[in-house]
């Protein structure tokens, strides 16, 4: 089956910095990567997603970009504000779109 | 509309029990999924329904059960409960529109066993 792996685990930056996560896939086969932001205690909520016929998504401060080739896609948050410090998970689902194979998640904190 | 509802939000067991946790979907969606959220190991994918029908399931034993209604509403049960079962269980639901997979999680059953 699919198997996603996720890095950083944890990362910290300052605010007004950029933050880079990345993902990588192995299933040639999975056409939707979506990216779902967990604050503490609250339920994970999606906040971008592409499709393997994009290269390139961007919604604000959030961008996540996908190299079907290498098979790895990752999420960029511009300008980062406290607000953003949650854990994220990056995401492949299956052809059908009915199983989704997550990755351990980054731990994002934003120092202000 | 209402979200996604996970019933009970707390429960404490002990080894060997039983448990049984509820979800119900948004309104319209017939896609019910369910995860298991460990430290450490993000979100693990037990099983899929749609229509009352499993069409996935993970890469667990044969102790995690689930089943949906044909009001989409979903049960998962986990029999003979290990200490390792301790976690937290999100149910996801999902209209499965061709235009987005998103799935729209409720805010968890976390199960202790001691």
């Known amino acids: 089956g699919e198997n996603v792996e996720q890095h950083p685990s944890t990362l910290s930056v300052q605010e007004g910095d950029s933050a880079v996560i990345k993902c990588t896939y192995s299933?040639?086969?999975?056409?939707?990567f979506p990216w779902y932001k967990q604050e503490l205690g609250k339920r994970p909520q999606l906040i971008i997603d592409?499709?393997?016929?994009?290269g390139e998504k961007k919604d604000q401060r959030i961008a996540v970009t996908l190299n079907k080739t290498a098979k790895h896609f990752s999420l960029h948050i511009t300008e980062t504000q406290p607000e953003d410090s949650a854990v994220y998970f990056c995401?492949?689902?299956?052809?059908?779109?009915?199983?989704?194979?997550f990755g351990t998640g980054t731990s994002l904190t934003v120092i202000p | 509309k209402a979200g996604v509802t996970q019933t009970p939000r707390y429960l404490i067991k002990t080894r060997g029990q039983q448990v049984t946790l509820s979800c119900s979907p948004i309104?319209?969606?017939?896609?019910v999924s369910w995860y298991q959220q460990t430290p450490g190991q993000g979100l693990q994918f037990l099983f899929e329904?749609?229509?009352?029908?499993?069409?996935n399931k993970g890469n667990f034993p044969g102790r995690f059960s689930g089943r949906q209604f044909s009001n989409s509403r979903s049960e998962m049960n986990v029999s003979t409960l290990e200490l390792g079962d301790s976690a937290l269980y999100l149910c996801?639901?999902?209209?499965?529109?061709?235009?987005?997979?998103?799935?729209?999680f409720g805010e968890g059953s976390r199960l202790t066993v001691l």
């Open positions: 995401a492949a689902s299956s052809p059908t779109g009915n199983q989704f194979y």
């Open positions: 299933d040639s086969a999975s056409n939707y």
């Open positions: 592409i499709r393997s016929n994009v």
């Open positions: 309104s319209g969606h017939r896609s």
């Open positions: 329904y749609f229509s009352e029908t499993q069409r």
């Open positions: 996801a639901s999902s209209f499965l529109d061709l235009h987005t997979g998103e799935l729209f």
